[in-house]
Nanobody, 119 residues
Framework: QVQLVESGGGLVQPGGSLRLSCATA????????MCWYRQPPGKQRELVAV???????NYADSVKGRFTISRDNAKNTVYLQMNSLNADDTAVYYC?????????????WGQGTQVTVSS
């Protein structure tokens, strides 16, 4: 059974930092594309960052230069380091996994972790 478990969310002041973690189980992590999405209050879910199993990284324009996605294949974990946070970063952050070679094309979501940026 596949599990994605996020942690690291919370309340932070503007300009502060947080690091989110997403621990996975049940996927071959090294060949799984990992993403972070977020859903601000009252808005659609949006892609924040991607780290493919092949090593490619990409970011939404709104977080470039402030957020860094990384992965530890030995720990089956993906991270999102978030710096210079502002109120627009307030959202529920979700981890997403897309195995590259799943013949059924399945994908998986974590339960989400709340990030609130407020003074």
């Amino acid at each position: 059974q596949v599990q994605l478990v996020e942690s690291g969310g919370g309340l932070v002041q503007p300009g502060g930092s947080l690091r989110l973690s997403c621990a996975t189980a049940g996927v071959i992590f090294s060949v799984t594309n990992m993403c972070w999405y977020r859903q601000p209050p009252g808005k659609q879910r949006e892609l924040v960052a991607v780290y493919t199993g092949g090593g490619n990284v990409n970011y939404a324009d709104s977080v470039k230069g402030r957020f860094t996605i990384s992965r530890d294949n030995a720990k089956n974990t993906v991270y999102l380091q978030m710096n210079s946070l502002n109120a627009d970063d307030t959202a529920v952050y979700y981890c997403y996994a897309k195995p590259r070679f799943d013949p059924l094309g399945r994908d998986y979501w974590g339960q989400g972790t709340q990030v609130t940026v407020s003074s």
